[in-house]
């Protein structure tokens, strides 16, 4: 746990979820204040927005938080040099390498941790400079690879030298402390943040997150190669009936298209895209970013008998 608080300057080895339409910088800003990592996702928003995302954070909270990069965004180029005039410290990436990035990164003294779903990527990313790697197990919300987050965390401890941060279906100190016995250095979790007071999404949102069970979480997209996991609404049944009849990915693209902003933004939880995790049917109620993370850490301390520091 040390490693990850040393490196990122935070208290505890907690990081929010780059979640994009969710993650802005009322929740990053929380999360930070609350000493953890948080991070505003760029998703893909153009440069500007990130920019104002940021400062408002600044406003917020004086300590580290990140921005999470989508690499496939098509202003990808102006947003990477937003973070390095802003003094972001830390950048979180999916969706492609960040290899082209890293020297610039680098220079500003920004950690770079990419999102990895496989060891061959983890080696590749250390490869080419990362400070760390977020293995992120299948249960997770949202683009998922195939491993679970059990079999995906020791195998990524074993094959790299730098920190491993686990991800995917981790909701509580019960999860974290999982997550340390296979090895990694810290959490990263999006699904639980949903439901936090700071998180702006609309409250028909945070409801559906609140109200699903076990089984909720289901997963389309297999037949494009973009698989998504998000809650069980209309919006996926129509995805499968598709993928079931053999409709091509043009279709199915069109299908969800703005969808997220549709939940995220507008609150439709119906025909919109509910992101959230296998570990949505462990939430029940709304909370404040502070005692969400308190929960996790005295969580931690209760499975693994450890002193934590600020947790009575």
């Not at 990140?66 to 802003?86: A, F, H, K, R, T």
């Not at 995906?152 to 974290?176: C, E, K, S, T």
């Not at 996991?229 to 993928?243: C, D, G, M, V």
Request: a negative charge; glycine letters at 12%.
């Amino acid at each position: 746990m040390d490693t990850i608080c040393k490196l990122l300057n935070i208290e505890y080895p907690i990081l929010q979820g780059g979640m994009a339409w969710v993650a802005t910088h009322s929740i990053a800003a929380a999360v930070s204040e609350a000493g953890g990592l948080g991070i505003i996702a760029a998703g893909h928003a153009p440069s500007e927005w990130v920019r104002e995302e940021i400062r408002a954070c600044k406003k917020l909270t004086n300590k580290p938080f990140g921005v999470n990069v989508m690499l496939l965004s098509p202003y990808v180029d102006q947003v990477m040099e937003v973070i390095i005039e802003e003094g972001v410290k830390v950048v979180t990436t999916g969706a492609g390498n960040p290899g082209k990035y890293m020297e610039a990164l680098k220079a500003a003294d920004i950690k770079v941790i990419p999102v990895v779903p496989s060891v061959a990527l983890a080696k590749r990313m250390e490869k080419s400079g990362a400070d760390a790697v977020i293995a992120e197990g299948c249960e997770s919300g949202g683009h998922i690879g195939e491993l679970t987050t059990m079999a995906l965390v020791p195998q990524v401890v074993d094959a790299v030298n730098i920190p491993v941060i686990a991800a995917g279906g981790i909701a509580d100190g019960r999860g974290m402390a999982a997550a340390f016995m296979l090895g990694a250095s810290g959490v990263q979790i999006g699904t639980r943040f949903l439901v936090a007071k700071e998180c702006a999404i609309p409250d028909t949102y945070k409801q559906r997150v609140i109200k699903a069970s076990d089984i909720d979480a289901v997963v389309t997209g297999r037949s494009t190669g973009h698989p998504v996991r998000s809650l069980r609404n209309q919006l996926t049944r129509a995805f499968a009936k598709l993928e079931k009849e053999g409709a091509d990915e043009k279709a199915l693209d069109a299908l969800g298209v703005g969808a997220l902003r549709k939940a995220a933004v507008e609150g439709d939880v119906n025909n919109g895209s509910v992101l959230a995790g296998q570990i949505a049917g462990m939430i029940t109620k709304e909370q404040t970013t502070k005692e969400i993370i308190d929960d996790l850490m005295t969580g931690v301390k209760e499975c693994l008998g450890l002193k934590i520091e600020g947790i009575n």
